[in-house]
């Protein structure tokens, strides 16, 4: 980037072509991905992603100021359990058990056995929210059982040998329903909670929340349903050091938390905000105890996140002052009040803070990206609204284009790109993000869509996307770019959308049923609803049944909504970019799109990354679809990027 000083004229460039502050690497190798935090005793945890090292995740330990790597390579802290993972480790009194991406065994790790030693057999089992019963001396895990050939993974709960072997994968102690998750022992060893769920249910449309006492020998007694259906999403349920029974409900249309008293579940705080997310992965967590029972809480509101202390004997909910709007992956450290999470803000990537409770100070212990970050050349989200085409409210987070060096010629307007995220079930924050960044720098505006189905705005906003996916979505992420067309922030001939699997639906679906966009890129997104019903994994197996209808009952809904039969509307370019290991949406899906374009004379490039799964992990593979990206936008938009990069192949240009 030039070396000018602030003071002088800006360079006027095409929008796109400006030299960005934010490079490529900084996507990788200077930004650390951390996730899964948590504690033990004095001891404090998390993940660090190793992009350099094919993307494997790794333990990391601070205690008593000494930090130490637990899992060096080869090892991957990961678990595969519905594909997406999460839970994949835990720890108490110095022992540490963990899931190993590679092979799905667990591994043990104790202070006489610091090196990692297998303690499951090499099987077919996957295992997740993992918890060491110090009580029993022994293990309780989800298990995922895909030995039986043709037919659906088993899930159970299983109780396994703190020591091993454990060659029979696990002993069942509950089963009988498609999905469990959260198990959670109370602080006594004496009562077991957990979720199940039967399809075609995901977690966030209903769960049933169950309590099972615990005998001296470890065995379930008494198991009963507590509360909870196919139309009441439970998370995340605990037990306080009283024995009080707490956990989130969306009961009332919002998730708030609730306390299962002896007189009946009352409400700890009602409020319309939700304290937590939609449970793609094992082992969320967005509240916990504090030593007195008291509650630490995170809760998001209109798509921004805060975090609170709570009483639950019906106290005030009282706010921490934080910089962060985004906040996951909340801990107590019981012996000392701390407060250990995820916490990211507008202008910083954040990392793994450690907060007083008492006090309300906070630390960064350690952050996503050590690279300093100059603010002004920074572009923060601006929280937008706008009717869509249904009458209803559609959200997002509007970013300019910002760069203190550039601006663009006189009479120009930038491109947009529109961004659709994942899920469908999920939400984008306004929190900071380089990804961002690298295109805002170079010159785009971006319109981050919390699209109808999106989390954070209560349940009846999320149920506007039932049986309208492929509708609604697209609709809310055509009528916001219409929006900012309209307003003259954004030209309204260079409109780009873009999403990622379910988003890379969306992006799909809208090239091929609108005429707003010139420009599409898919990255590992959805052609054909038909396929991804009969060939996803179970998680997902049947979530199309929300979404779009019963299959086959409803096939024609299906081949309606799928891209795949509609190119003949196509007239825009499209990148597609897709890993060939991906388990979530079969790697054909992205290879009959780009023949389809391919054979209808747009402009197309169809990108494949060996190795990689739903999402890429490795650094080479980040900056080749980055810089794949920028290329192909380059070339049908007309500029000349500043970055030296490979030029992505592209058909019919």
Known sequence: MPDRSRTETPIIAPYGSWAS???????????????????????????????????????????????????????????????????????????????????????????????????????????????????????????????????????????????????????????????????????????????????????????????????????????????????????RPRWNETGLPVFVSDRTGWWNLYADRPHGIVPLRAMEADFAQPQWVFGMSTWDFLANGSVICAWSQNGVWHLGRLDVEDGPLKRYDLPFTAISDVHVQQTTDTVIFLGSSPTDPGGVVRLDANTGEWEMLRRASETEIDPDTVSIAHPVSWTSTDGETAHGFYYPPVNPLYTGPEGELPPLIVESHGGPTSFSSSAFSIKRQFWTSRGFAILDVNYGGSTGYGRTYRDRLKGKWGIVD?????????????????????????????????????????GTFQVGTSLYGIGDLEAMARETHKFESRYLDGLVGPYPEEKQVYIDRSPIHHVDRLDSAMILLQGLEDKVVPPNQATMMAEAVRANGMPVAHVEFEGEGHGFRSAEAIRRATEAELSFYAQVLGFTPADDIPVVPVDNL
């Open 21 to 235: 502050p934010f490079s490529v690497n900084m996507l990788t190798g200077q930004t650390v991905p951390l996730k899964e935090p948590g504690v033990d005793n004095e001891a404090i945890y998390w993940l660090e992603g190793r992009p350099n090292e094919g993307g494997r995740s790794t333990l990391i330990r601070l205690d008593g100021g000494a930090r130490t790597e637990l899992t060096p390579a080869p090892f991957d802290v990961r678990s595969r359990a519905h594909e997406y993972g999460g839970g994949s480790w835990t720890a108490a009194d110095g022992t540490v058990a963990f899931s190993h991406g590679k092979d799905n065994r667990l591994y043990r790790i104790s202070p006489s056995q610091p090196e990692p030693s297998p303690i499951t057999p090499e099987s077919a089992y996957r295992y997740a929210d993992i918890l060491i019963d110090t009580h029993h001396g022994r293990i309780i895990a989800v298990r995922e059982d895909h030995s039986l050939e043709g037919a659906e993974p088993v899930n159970t709960i299983v109780q396994l040998e703190l020591d091993g072997p454990n060659e029979d994968g696990g002993q069942m102690i509950i089963s009988g329903s498609d999905f469990v998750a959260s198990p959670a022992l109370s602080p006594d060893g004496t009562r077991l909670a957990w979720l199940m769920w039967n399809h075609p249910q995901m977690p966030w449309d209903g769960t049933e929340l169950w309590y099972a006492d615990v005998g001296t020998d470890g065995a379930l007694q008494n198991i009963r349903l507590v509360t909870g259906g196919t139309e009441e999403s439970i998370v």
């Open 474 to 514: 697209v609709e809310d992420c055509v009528t916001g770019a219409e929006m900012l067309a309209n307003q003259k922030l954004v030209d309204p001939a260079r409109l780009i959308i873009r999403g990622g699997s379910a988003g890379g639906f969306t992006t799909l679906a809208a090239l091929t049923s609108h």
